[in-house]
């Protein structure tokens, strides 16, 4: 079992930045990919990004690509996400999730998921 919490999610401006972070516990940390997704009321859970176990490989959506920089820190169980450029359609709850293997992009794909934590862009 892994326990997901995230915090940093609050209000910000168009154009702010924040930094999500994902604090795991229980199993090793190490050993699963990490996902960023968000869910916007009334729409489906989309992916955001993700970085493999080992950090050598990160993924973006499109819609993120260039503003948004996933990381992680093995040693402190937490993983990051910078997001810069805010814009008001990045508005969401933010959910960080982990994955033995799977599809990285597919939420279904996810073993483990934390509670969410909101994110709201003002314009």
């Known amino acids: 079992q892994v326990q997901l919490v995230e915090s940093g999610g609050g209000l910000v401006q168009a154009g702010g930045s924040l930094r999500l972070s994902c604090a795991a516990s229980?199993?090793?940390?190490?050993?699963?990919?990490v996902g960023w997704f968000r869910q916007a009321p009334g729409k489906e859970r989309e992916f955001v990004a993700a970085i493999s176990w080992n950090t050598r490989t990160t993924y973006y959506a499109d819609s993120v690509k260039g503003r948004f920089t996933i990381s992680r820190n093995n040693a402190k169980n937490t993983v990051y996400l910078q997001m810069n450029s805010l814009k008001p359609e990045d508005t969401a709850v933010y959910y960080c999730?982990?994955?033995?293997?799977?599809?990285?992009?597919?939420?279904?794909?996810?073993?483990?998921w934390g509670q969410g934590t909101q994110v709201t862009v003002s314009s």
């Open positions: 999730a982990a994955l033995v293997s799977g599809t990285y992009s597919e939420p279904g794909s996810y073993d483990y």
């Open positions: 229980g199993r090793t940390f190490s050993d699963y990919t």
